[in-house]
């Protein structure tokens, strides 16, 4: 990490459902353009810390911030900057994907101009430009999957938030994810990916963090078999 | 930059109109339900015209109020069940826009069904419906109670019985607005004195401006987890 102030800093961070703990003590940063992997088996907390990150979810004791904001108090400041990808696509079904694009586009002050520039563009490097005037709903779940990657884009966030964003895709459409992501991180977007699949983002994420029920069990960048031998670890983890 | 506050409610209202235009789901449902209820209280009160001329107003507001919950239900679970209430939280826009614009699609999708009705019912029940005043009634009464139903919509739809807690939770809160606008219909179609029915009227603006206010200050504690 470079001397700058990191994009997120979280503190000591703990988010319980009622009585049930969905993430414990988890304390990390990131510094700005850095490309994080949060790895994790079903369950382990993955999504409640970026709904967390994205100011979604209130947590439970703990801080996080993010841009120097505290998040969700603050969190007003910085929405423009933040891009997620979420388990559900946020997707309007009875909109067509350009239309998806452009609703998103107005939210988000993008001029009709750079709005149109931009959905085409965008509908381009995830290969739905013939399919831009078709209604989501008509969709399968990997062209679902590909439009809110386009829809997180749109509006050129300085952090990308992706749970699970290659679930629902095929081998071509990973790969086109990966390209997407990779020219994301050359300028210079923080990225952090969630996944079970181990091997999924680890060309251009050399940092990996592993949730264990909750618990960072894993920090840091490392060769293949390290992550891959704490990955098993964690998943062999006691319940809690 | 940061999108205007008219900009985000335009969008977000007309994003609801123009999904609405290819599903049709909610007025639909709507359409049916107030087609349906209309018709029986019609055939209910058909032999008894004195009776009729009573009951109309309590019939347009019973079935408006019906049709608009199953409305209200509908066009929140739109946004919770693909969670794209989240990417509205998530938009840079305040959360009074999101409720405005909420609001402003709702009210279209119930004025609609409300000004289908007007004529039908002047047909069914022999009395004239098509008054620039009933009207007048009907904009403001649609208006307040879509007020408070897509606030309470939007707490019920994150709940699993939304269905029906919907209504549970809106009628005791909407009724003082409610029986303000059975009130004040009737005393415009009884033919009662203008200076007696238009107390209602202004009473019913009154407390529709009051409840704007409220829920738009709510939402903002609504909308978070």
């Known amino acids: 990490m470079s001397g700058e102030r990191p994009i997120i800093e979280v503190e000591a961070l703990s988010k319980a459902y009622g009585l049930l703990p969905a993430l414990r003590d988890v304390s990390f940063c990131v510094g700005r353009g850095e490309c994080v992997r949060l790895l994790g088996a079903n369950g382990s907390g993955k999504s409640t810390l970026l709904r967390a990150l994205a100011g979604l979810s209130k947590p439970s004791s703990g801080r996080i911030r993010v841009g120097g904001w505290e998040m969700p108090k603050e969190a007003a400041q910085l929405r423009a900057q933040i891009g997620l990808v979420a388990h559900q696509p946020l997707l309007y079904e009875n909109l067509s994907a350009r239309e998806n694009l452009h609703f998103f586009g107005v939210l988000y002050a993008i001029n009709r101009a750079e709005r149109e520039r931009r959905s085409a563009e965008l509908l381009r490097s995830v290969d739905l430009h013939k399919r831009a005037e078709s209604l989501v709903r008509t969709f399968s779940r990997g062209m679902k999957q590909r439009l809110s990657l386009a829809r997180a884009m749109l509006h050129q966030p300085d952090l990308l938030l992706l749970d699970e964003p290659y679930s629902g895709l095929d081998q071509k459409a990973g790969e086109l994810l990966d390209e997407l992501l990779l020219a994301a991180r050359s300028q210079g977007q923080t990225i952090i990916m969630s996944t079970h699949q181990l091997e999924r983002g680890a060309q251009f994420a050399e940092r990996a963090l592993i949730l264990s029920r909750g618990r960072i069990s894993f920090d840091g960048p490392g060769s293949a078999s390290e992550i891959s031998a704490a990955f098993r670890r964690a998943g062999d983890a006691p319940g809690l | ?225």
């Open chain 2, 1 to 225: 930059m940061k999108t205007s506050f008219a900009a985000a409610v335009l969008a977000i209202a007309g994003k609801d109109l123009r999904a609405e235009l290819r599903s049709r789901e909610v007025l639909m449902a709507m359409a049916l339900f107030a087609l349906l209820s209309v018709l029986v209280f019609s055939f209910a009160l058909e032999l008894d015209r004195a009776a009729r001329g009573e009951a109309i107003s309590g019939v347009l507001w019973v079935t408006l109020i019906f049709a608009s919950i199953l409305g209200f239900n509908r066009s929140m679970a739109n946004e919770q069940d693909a969670g794209n209430f989240d990417a509205l939280r998530l938009a840079p826009i305040s959360r009074s826009a999101i409720f405005v614009g909420k609001l402003v699609g709702n009210c279209c999708f119930t004025l609609c069904v409300g000004l289908a009705l007007l004529p039908l019912m002047t047909v069914l029940y022999g009395l004239n419906l098509l008054d620039g005043w009933v009207l007048l009634t009907t904009l403001l009464g649609v208006g307040g109670f879509s007020t408070i139903g897509t606030l309470l919509a939007t707490m019920t739809a994150q709940t699993r019985a939304r269905e029906a807690l919907l209504p549970i939770a809106l009628l005791p809160v909407a009724l003082p607005f409610l029986l303000t606008a059975v009130r004040a219909t009737k005393g415009v179609l009884g033919g009662e004195p203008q200076s007696e029915w238009q107390v209602w009227l202004q009473l019913l603006a009154g407390i529709g401006l009051i409840y704007f206010v409220l829920c738009m200050l709510l939402f903002e504690f609504v909308a978070e987890e």
